[in-house]
C-alpha cells in the first residue's frame, strides 16, 4: 500500500513528478495540449512593467490566468484592449474559445462587456463574494 504524506512544503521536484506524470496522462488519453505561454503587458513611460495579462492556450482554448490594471488606468477599456489583443493572439494559434474567472464585480462587468458569458459560478469563493467562470467563443459556431 502506498504511503501518504499531507505536506504545505513540497519540493519542486515533488510538484515536478505530480505536473510530469499528469501532462504524461492526459498526452495518452486526450492527446497533446501544445501549451504555450501568453502574455500582454502594460509598460509605463520607463519601460517598466505595470500589470497586464498573462495566461497560456492549450488544447484550442485561451486561459486568462491573471488579469491586473493599475488603479489610475481602470474604466479607460484598457483590459478590453488587453483581452482583445491576447484573443487575437490565441485565434492565431488555432484556438477557438477563451475562458476566465474572477470574482471581483468590476471585473465580471468589464468581461460580460467583452463579450464573455457566464457558465458557472462558486457562492462564497472568498467569503462574501461569488467566484464566476466564464467563456467566449474565438471562432464562429459551425
Known amino acids: 500500500m502506498p504511503q501518504l504524506e499531507l505536506t504545505a512544503t513540497p519540493s519542486p521536484d515533488d510538484l515536478a513528478v505530480i505536473g510530469e506524470t499528469l501532462t504524461a ?6 492527446g497533446p495540449a501544445d501549451r504555450r505561454t501568453l502574455a500582454v503587458l502594460i ?3 520607463d ?7 498573462s495566461g497560456y492556450t492549450a488544447w484550442g482554448w485561451l486561459f486568462t490566468q491573471l488579469l491586473f490594471i493599475p488603479e489610475n488606468h ?21 484556438c477557438h474559445g477563451a475562458w476566465i474567472d474572477t470574482f471581483s464585480p468590476t471585473a465580471l462587468k468589464a468581461y460580460l462587456k ?5 457558465f458557472g459560478e462558486l457562492p462564497e469563493f472568498p467569503k ?9 467563443a474565438l471562432t464562429p459556431e459551425t
Open 128 to 136: 462574501g463574494r461569488t467566484r464566476t467562470f466564464l467563456r467566449k
Open 74 to 94: 481602470r474604466g479607460t477599456g484598457l483590459a478590453g484592449r488587453l483581452l482583445s489583443m491576447a484573443e487575437e493572439e490565441a485565434a492565431t494559434r488555432g
Open 47 to 53: 519601460g517598466t512593467v505595470i500589470g497586464g495579462l
Open 114 to 118: 467583452q463579450g464573455y458569458e457566464i
Open 25 to 30: 496522462f492526459n498526452h495518452a488519453d486526450v
Open 43 to 45: 509598460r509605463d513611460g
